[in-house]
């Protein structure tokens, strides 16, 4: 029996556990110098004069190059590592002290004088006029003529933080010979820091060795080179020091890339009987105040825009403005999220005027089950999906109509809690970026089997999933398998991890990789045998041998040593989808809502470990479910942050989140021989409508047809009583 598809679990948690694998911090040593960033504290203004005492660090004292836009942003948007001349946001860095300690760096950091002279801030996108990137348009100009029903709406998707549990985190320390750097930090790509760092300081890459030890989270927040990082390991190259940066929650707050940020102007036609005859969509895409990635995911939104349904006629168009705020990156699910929000919620609107069950019109638009492409209005080719199975699974599951009777009989009583059912049926792309990875595969002499891997873990598991992996074709136990990631200075090359890409690249490049050795062990068998390759045979735990004959069979220390190198291209994306339903109870008096059931049924292909996944799946809940509810990154109309610290900014516990009630279905991809996709995002892009629509359908007798999130008491209790 293969190991894959069995909940086995999770090998890196020991080190966790026990403190024995270290974070980042963990790794910092009585030389190293603490550096304190000086961030501007005005949101727009023209820098006038900074003046400190020792340790003081600015653009003009290091010299360093500006952060090349991450294409195709134009280029006139390169970032000064520290603000020159003018800032940008409240938090952009203009200085950077360095201390004997965290608490000395910062008493010289209060002692820096920075004199800013204020200018009027852009804070909304709405208010914006300076366009940093627009996407190649669809320009269907008849898209709503066939309409004998048009809903019309204006959604916000708001901008929300990363948050995650451990902060922006560095340590950089200088070779003995002072031309080279070892960096610890963070990070989901340490080959973009590397590549990053080399070029600012003009060393050879293979000089600089990147490092990212255990990662307390990044959901996509930590898949670029961040300014304080290249000043950080300018400093250690210039001092011959070790230096260190820790960012404080505040900092993360003010600093970290946010992610979503769009206004949607929707407009969704349909015939009476509920089919839908097409889609206009205009979004206006906050950039920030330096557009970087989050500037280009709009593309996202475009690709994306039909989801699972028969939509024949699309017209798309999108900006994406700069404003006097944190600079916008990718965040779980990066730009796919914000079309199943606007989608779902126009489905809901629709059939609320057609007189419509929600489940009915999304049964009456749902694509076809399909296990070969299919070829959207915007350009995605799904590769597979069952996207009514998966509807008509998550409804049984859910008791949909003992649901909606007991809502008639709470109506009917008029009670204080108000029962609210909401649905989403959700697509998304993974595999993003380069649609390659490498791994390797080597045989050591004592017979155990490492495996390299060009993707880097920031909590999924992949040391688990890709010893199965291995296990599964070597046929040896896990405990004789060791997974190594994240070290440029031992794995040759990588191309990082996010877009739900670990698994479907990386574990397939694993796989093959592990197919190739045990090929090459049959054929060094063979010869020793004296007999065929084909004749040949791994037994579990021993090593290769002839078929029905286990006496044969030679260890696999005596094959070593033994290794294969092995780079997959899949060559296109997969896209995994599911069906959501959320039932929620809201409180007529004070608007309060309570999550009471939240059910899934996702679809990744086939699950290798289903416990990984699910855990995959929980965190995408949580993290739907809050922006639904609760998070929202403010601020005054003076460009100042009012969510810098969780007592503002409104992250969930477990306290506040139900017991989730999660299931799979499988459509196995046809483009990798594994049949996966990807997980790490898809509950979060299906979640969120759920919830939303759920507790708009709890208001709909009191006349509220739409609140934009999140949906908060406040918001709730206002709309009731308007």
Known sequence: MSILGNSVLRVEDRGLLTGSRPFTADLVTRDTLHACFIRSTVAHGNLVRITGLGGLHTAASLGLPKLVPWPPTPDRYARDLLAVDKVRYVGDPVAVVTGQSAAEAEDLASDVDVEIEPLPPVVHSRDSREVAFEVEPLMDLSVLEDADEVVEATFVNQKLAPVPLEANSILVVPDDDGAGLCIWVSTQFPWDIQSSVAAALDLEAARVRVIAPAVGGGFGAKGHTYPEHIVVAALAHRIGQPVTWQETRSENLLNMTPGRGQIQHVALGARRDGTITGLRVE??????????????????????????YRIPRVAFSARSMVTNTAPVGAYRGAGRPEATAFLERSMDLMARELDLDPIEIR?????????????????????????????????????????????????????????????????????????????????????????????????????????????????????????IQSDTAVVPRGNGTYGSRSLQLAGSAVDKAAEAVVARACQLAAERLEANAADMVVYD???????????????????????????????????????????????????????????????????????????????????????ALWEEMSYTAEGQPVTSTLLDY???????????????????????????????????IGSTPAVHNAVLDALAPLGVEHLDMPLTPEKIWRAING
């Open 283 to 308: 979004v206006i895409a906050d950039a920030g105040a330096y557009p970087h990635v989050g500037a280009w995911l709009p593309n996202y939104t475009r690709l994306m825009c039909t989801g699972t």
């Open 363 to 483: 049964r009456r638009n749902l694509l076809e089950r399909h296990d070969t492409n299919h070829i959207t209005p915007s350009g995605a080719v799904y590769d597979s999906g069952d996207y009514r199975g998966a509807l008509d699974h998550v409804v049984e599951l859910s008791g949909y109509e003992a649901l909606r009777r007991e809502q008639l009989l709470r109506r009917t009583r008029n009670d204080q809690w108000l029962l609210g059912v909401g649905v989403s049926s959700y697509i998304e792309v993974t595999g993003n970026g380069p649609t390659e990875e490498f791994a390797s595969v080597a045989i050591e002499p004592d017979g155990s089997a490492t495996v390299l891997s060009g993707v880097s873990s920031h909590g999924q598991g992949h040391q688990t999933t890709y010893a199965q992996i291995a296990a599964a074709q070597l046929r040896l136990p896990m405990d004789k398998i060791r997974v």
């Open 541 to 627: 735990g021993i090593g290769v041998g002839i078929i029905g004959s286990p006496a044969t069979a030679i260890p696999w220390a005596e094959l070593a040593p033994l290794a294969v190198e092995f780079d997959f291209d899949q060559g296109a994306r997969t896209y995994p989808s599911g069906a959501h339903v959320s039932v929620v109870e809201v409180d007529r008096e004070t608007g309060a809502v309570r999550v009471k059931r939240h059910i899934t049924v996702d679809d990744c292909g086939i699950v290798v470990n289903p416990m990984l996944a699910q855990g995959q799946q929980h965190g995408g809940i949580a993290q739907g479910v809050a922006q």
């Open 650 to 684: 409104l992250a969930p516990s477990t306290g506040e989140l139900p017991s989730y009630e999660t299931h799979s279905m499988v459509t196995p991809t046809p483009l990798n021989q594994l049949g996966v996709k990807g997980i790490g995002e898809a509950t979060t």
